[in-house]
């Protein structure tokens, strides 16, 4: 009998039941959380009991592995808890994984295919065959962080479906004069039990299970919808605003390695009538080192549509010289860990001074994050740094706290507020 009940994390199965026959299309792996089951091959004089698996194992992965049906049965000797891995989660990894691996394992999985292939010959198997010491617990840091990441994940997709994800908006000073010059949106889910989460705790599980298309696609969307309103906000304070605002926004290695991605920017500017200047496309020196070529292609493409193109971290990475003569880049944004320790460290000092200098001699505006005091915003101006982000000029915040700080903007207020700090 199979009568399995299943929740957003968990496939709940009672001692007794089947989990799946053999002959079935595979469609899941399952993670064991709780619980027992006993993997076998069913014979009317009796059945070949293969293998007991019990918590921190995983069982019915061959099928979708391979893609081919069942070759064996799985039921619960006792009450047990699974979480469920489908194929299109596993299928998105196997892409990404180093080819001889994926050979690897396809040689493995014939040659235990073969192995049950014998053992269906075999009549006198009564007991399960052996399993090895070596196998992880449900205590193993290797299985809590595949559970973890399986959990998040579900919740993810599920969180986009809901409408939990939303975009915050930061300031983007013009250093020498403290006007308003722009926004960084930057993606916050509002998860119904932990809260705002931050994009650090969600955005690399994203990325590995293939949902940060999703993510992306829907801050595109987002960024398109209210860059208008900014621009409206704008127009009643113009004394305090640095121009047209401008607006950044964040896309993944990933994103730039879909090739969706031109589509997604032409539909962003065709469906939305938005000025192509007035936004920007901002990548990490990290996700550009993945797949150069292709980030480069895509960049180039964002560039004739008229977009900006943004490094941040730079500094951070091994190459960011070679990515100032490989890519179309008009931003550089130099990483908040030189910012922070601009005053009191020599070597900080002269590394952003290099990064400013050379920036200027390639005619290419600086944006320094993480500014949080007053000093720090005014010594960068000094060394000729254009633009400020950071604590000091505010925090992320929703979209009508963005509205209300482009209305109540205040250049003489905000220099005031700057030397009190």
Not at 119 to 138: D, I, T, W
Not at 188 to 209: K, T
Not at 212 to 229: K, N, Q, S, Y
Not at 322 to 343: E, G, M, N, Q
Request: aromatic share 4%; hydrophobic share 45%; net charge negative.
């Amino acid at each position: 009998m199979n009568a399995l009940h299943t929740s957003l994390d968990r496939t709940l199965v009672p001692a007794g039941s089947l989990l799946f026959s053999a002959g079935e299309p595979g469609d899941a792996a399952y993670l064991i959380v709780g619980g027992r089951l006993e993997v076998f091959l069913a014979r009317p004089e009796g059945d070949i009991v293969l293998a007991h698996r019990g918590p921190g194992e995983i069982v019915g992965e061959m099928a979708i592995l391979d893609r081919r049906p069942r070759s064996a049965s799985v039921r619960a000797l006792e009450d047990s808890a699974l979480v469920a891995v489908t194929e299109q989660q596993l299928a998105h990894r196997i892409a990404e994984t180093d080819p001889i691996l994926c050979m690897c394992l396809g040689v493995v999985l014939e040659r235990y295919r073969e192995t049950v292939a014998l053992l269906e010959q075999m009549k006198g198997a009564a007991s399960p065959m052996p399993v090895p010491a070596l196998r992880p617990s449900a205590t193993d840091g290797v299985f809590a962080a595949a559970l973890n990441t399986l959990v998040l994940e579900r919740e993810i997709r599920s969180g986009v479906a809901d409408g939990q994800f939303e975009m915050h908006f930061q300031p983007i000073v013009r250093l020498a004069s403290r006007r308003l010059a722009g926004f960084e949106a930057l993606m916050r889910w509002r998860h119904p039990q932990r809260g705002l989460v931050p994009p650090s705790a969600f955005i690399p599980v994203a990325e590995s299970s293939g949902l940060i298309g999703d993510l992306t696609g829907f801050a595109l969307a987002e960024v398109g919808r209210v860059l208008p309103e900014l621009m409206l906000g704008a127009l009643h304070n113009p004394r305090h605003i640095d121009g047209p605002l401008f607006l950044s926004v964040n896309v993944s290695g990933h994103d730039l390695a879909a090739a969706s991605f031109p589509q997604m920017i032409a539909d962003l500017i065709s469906q939305t009538g938005i000025a192509p200047g007035s936004l920007k496309i901002e990548v990490t020196e990290s996700l550009l080192m993945k797949d150069p070529e292709r980030a480069a292609e895509a960049l180039a493409g964002c560039r004739r549509a008229g977009l900006g193109v943004a490094i941040d971290d730079f500094g951070t990475g091994y190459s960011s010289l070679s990515y100032l003569s490989t890519l179309p880049v008009t931003t550089l944004k130099i990483d908040r860990a030189f910012v922070r320790t601009l005053l009191v460290d020599q070597t900080s000092r002269r590394i952003v001074q290099t990064v400013l200098r050379l920036a200027d001699e390639l005619e290419i505006p600086v944006v320094a994050e993480g500014i949080e005091h007053a000093e720090e915003a005014d010594l960068l101006t000094e060394m000729g740094c254009a633009f400020g982000q950071g604590y000091l000029f505010g925090r992320p915040a929703p979209l009508e706290a963005a509205i209300m700080t482009i209305r109540e903007w205040n250049v003489v207020d905000r220099s005031l507020q700057a030397k009190a700090s």
